[in-house]
């Protein structure tokens, strides 16, 4: 079964941080490209990292830039989103994603998707 599975969400305060997992398991996670969006209650879902199928290439949206660091560890099958210096605004269901090209920033680029696991910065 071809599946993502995310973890590592919860409860923070402002300036805190977090680190998201993202456990690939059912094809071939180091042919892919794995990206990072996120879902606020009332608002669409919106691109936040994306790293390239051999890590080479990350594109960030510019409200995480220099928070926010996507990796990802082909041995184990999993990519991981560091969250640093967290706002209240970064608040939302955060899901990670598989497809071809990491420069792709919509999420009908991406084929494959997690059930998301919620993140939340209190104020």
């Known amino acids: 079964e071809v599946q993502l599975v995310e973890s590592g969400g919860g409860l923070v305060q402002t300036g805190g941080s977090l680190r998201l997992s993202c456990a690939a398991s059912?094809?071939?996670?180091?042919?892919?490209?794995i990206g990072w969006f996120r879902q606020a209650p009332g608002k669409e879902r919106e691109f936040v990292t994306s790293?390239?199928?051999?890590?080479?290439?990350?594109y960030s949206a510019d409200s995480v830039k220099g928070r926010f660091t996507i990796s990802r560890d082909d041995a184990k099958n999993t990519a991981y989103l560091q969250m640093n210096s967290l706002k209240p605004e970064d608040t939302a269901v955060y899901f990670c994603?598989?497809?071809?090209?990491?420069?792709?920033?919509?999420?009908?680029?991406?084929?494959?998707w997690g059930q998301g696991t919620q993140v939340t910065v209190s104020s």
């Open positions: 790293i390239s199928w051999n890590g080479g290439s990350t």
């Open positions: 994603a598989a497809g071809q090209w990491a420069s792709s920033t919509e999420a009908r680029a991406y084929d494959v």
């Open positions: 059912g094809f071939t996670f180091d042919d892919v490209a």
